[in-house]
T-cell receptor, first 115, second 115 residues
């Protein structure tokens, strides 16, 4: 069975500092991995995804994530935090997103940005 | 192009009351989903519809029913609301099986409180 663990329910960084949100997954088959962002009182929107190929994936708003099979990780990073990055971030895994099957979401990490 | 729309945005029910949450998408997607979001638990799938005319249970289907009214609309019904169903409900849609990567697009959510 697939699962996702997000380390840290709340992360706080200063504006301009590095953002690192941690995600580890469990999957019996090669995974498809996603990061979604949820701004206050809104639905989720896709930030980036890994399906196959290059393990370093770039997304919107300067975020990127690296798939590390040996560590079963897909951590999200951004070199310099901006106030507008304050939101909740969800890591998710699927075994086959080309079918209408389930995507398993992590419990989320709330990112706060200090001025 | 409105994407995924949900009504109502907010609802307060008394225990035992029934209600239907409405969802519509205008992206000609085949697959639609209902999730609930609770603090610290991420998103959990209630039901999904891989294509018009089909529905399947997700992780937490008890106490809910769904109807795929047509390709655009997918409703979620609570027959006898319970306080444990207090949550934020999200509808999502995706292109569907056999159509490559299957990104899910989310609506803005319905915040439901059951007293």
């Amino acid at each position: 069975a697939q699962s996702v663990t997000q380390l840290g329910s709340h992360v706080s960084v200063s504006e301009g500092a590095l953002v690192l949100l941690r995600c580890n997954y469990s999957s019996s088959v090669p995974p498809y991995l996603f990061w979604y962002v949820q701004y206050p009182n809104q639905g989720l929107q896709l930030l980036l995804k890994y399906t196959t190929g290059a393990t370093l994936v770039k997304g919107i708003n300067g975020f990127e994530a690296e798939f590390k099979k040996s560590e079963t990780s897909f951590h999200l990073t951004k070199p310099s935090a901006h106030m507008s990055d304050a939101a909740e971030y969800f890591c998710a895994v699927s075994d086959n997103p080309s079918s209408a099957s389930k995507i398993i979401f992590g419990s989320g990490t709330r990112l706060s940005i200090r001025p | 192009n409105a994407g995924v729309t949900q009504t109502p945005k907010f609802q307060v029910l008394k225990t035992g009351q029934s209600m239907t949450l409405q969802c519509a998408q205008d992206m000609n997607h085949n697959s639609m989903y209902w999730y609930r979001q609770d603090p610290g638990m991420g998103l959990r799938l209630i039901y999904y519809s891989a294509s018009e005319g089909t529905t399947d249970k997700g992780e937490v289907p008890n106490g809910y029913n769904v109807s795929r009214l047509n390709k655009r609309e997918f409703s979620l019904r609570l027959e006898s609301a319970a306080p444990s169903q207090t949550s934020v409900y999200f509808c999502a849609s995706s292109e569907g099986a056999g159509r490559g990567y299957n990104e899910q697009f989310f609506g803005p959510g319905t915040r439901l409180t059951v007293l």
